[in-house]
């Protein structure tokens, strides 16, 4: 595989910005479109007089937006590129996002969650497809720029958690004030796509790989990949809950403000952390076995609040939560770069994607469901930890091709 010059010879400390700012994709299509929901959701449901199974329903429909959206994605990066679908993805996720704080009554905001989530696997799988050429220019430190990548994810979570609390609290008094939270997130998503028109001009003009049109001839078989596609999107399954729910449950559990917001920026922290921890094991293992285990791992931190409401173990929670789950995901685009010519890493990238995308629409409702009978948001809690943990024994069954 050539690599083309200009970007070739550039010095890894650009190459490393150049990935801190293409990882603004992740921030927006995850840590806030996706993920700042679960702030929202607890003040939402009183407000609006949710069911559990309702407010789980939010980010079902936003995960079957996703599942729609990958499934556009590589028709779309081969008709356009990967640059254009990013930037367009992240605009339209902007607005959608903003939009959310207009309505009250159910169905627009179903609708909403539903159009933010096909932007935002737009955003999310050509990012990462950039991510993944990016890290062919530096083989030696692919694992750790891809994750990089994922890991924008956190800085996301953490702007939501310092922005939506403090915008909640300053609109109490305001009827629906939730709104406010909704248009201060379209405004961060905004930002964050300005801060992507730096890489995504310089991997356009500077590095004109292969067209990403060139991965559909090669194509993406996947049986072979049965057991890692099965394992993730189990795992699709069991983190979303915990994502949608935890917050709900430290506030049943009595936590206050400040506590919400410093375990959620916690999380946060922990996902920047993690590209650096798990970098050397996504370079190294070219099977599911990353893929076990960081699903074991993260089955375990997903239990522990359903366990006890013990301060310390919640943080512990939080933080192994979030040093594990966006590097899980970041094993699947490495699984792919391991085992597929990079002509196939879009149609390898989009296939995760979409058995990630029916994982999540099934977690939330399912979650919800038991959730609203005995047992509450930690029952609700010990099924994604069972469906974590059966994901995990599927990829520890992937080999390497």
């Known amino acids: 595989m050539t690599t083309p010059a200009p970007l070739s010879l550039t010095p890894m400390r650009h190459v490393l910005w150049l990935a801190l700012a293409l990882s603004m994709g992740a921030a927006l299509s995850l840590g806030i ?67 959310s704080g207009f309505f009250t009554a159910t169905a627009p905001l179903l609708a909403q969650r539903l159009l933010a989530g096909v932007a935002s696997a737009w955003v999310f799988i050509a990012g990462g497809l950039l991510a993944a050429r990016l890290g062919a220019l530096q083989p030696a430190r692919g694992g750790f720029l891809i994750g990089l990548y ?27 004030g939730w709104a406010w939270a909704w248009w201060a997130l379209a405004l961060a998503c905004f930002a ?25 001839p090669v194509g993406f078989k996947w049986r072979p990949f049965a057991f890692a596609l099965a394992g993730y999107a189990m795992f699709g399954v069991g983190y979303i809950g915990y994502m949608t729910f935890v917050i709900a449950l430290l506030r049943e559990q009595g936590a206050s403000g400040p506590a919400v917001t410093a375990f959620y920026a916690l999380l946060g922290v922990a996902v920047l952390a993690s ?99 005995p047992g509450g948001l930690a029952r609700g809690l010990v099924f994604s930890a069972f469906a974590l943990w059966t994901g995990a024994a599927l990829a520890w069954r992937q080999r390497a091709l």
Do not use: C
């Open 192 to 216: 964050v796509t300005a801060v992507l028109l730096w890489p995504a001009r310089v991997l356009l003009h500077l590095a004109p790989m292969a067209p990403a049109g060139a991965a559909h």
């Open 275 to 373: 590209s650096r921890i798990w970098a050397g094991l996504l370079d190294r293992y070219k099977g599911g076995q990353v893929l076990a285990l960081l699903s074991a791992l993260l089955g375990l931190a997903t239990v522990l609040p359903a366990l006890t409401s013990a301060w310390p173990v919640i943080l512990a929670s939080g933080f192994l939560f979030g040093a594990v789950f966006l590097s899980l995901v970041a094993s699947t685009t490495a699984l792919v770069r391991h085992n597929l010519p990079q002509a196939a890493w879009a149609s390898g990238i989009s296939a995760f994607t979409i058995v990630f995308a029916v994982g999540q629409i099934v977690g939330p409702t399912i979650v919800g469901w038991i959730a609203d009978g």
């Open 33 to 99: 479109t996706r993920f700042a929901y679960g702030l929202l959701l607890p003040t939402m449901r009183a407000d609006l007089a949710w069911s559990y199974t309702l407010a789980g329903a939010m980010n079902t429909v936003n995960a079957l937006g996703y599942l729609l959206g990958a499934l556009m994605t590589p028709r779309l990066l081969q008709r356009f590129g990967a640059v254009p679908v990013l930037l367009v993805g992240a605009v339209l996720a902007s607005v959608f996002m903003g939009l």
């Open 150 to 176: 994922y890991g924008g994810t956190g800085f996301g979570i953490v702007l939501s958690a310092l922005l939506v609390p403090a915008v909640l609290a300053a609109a109490e008094q305001v009827p629906h």
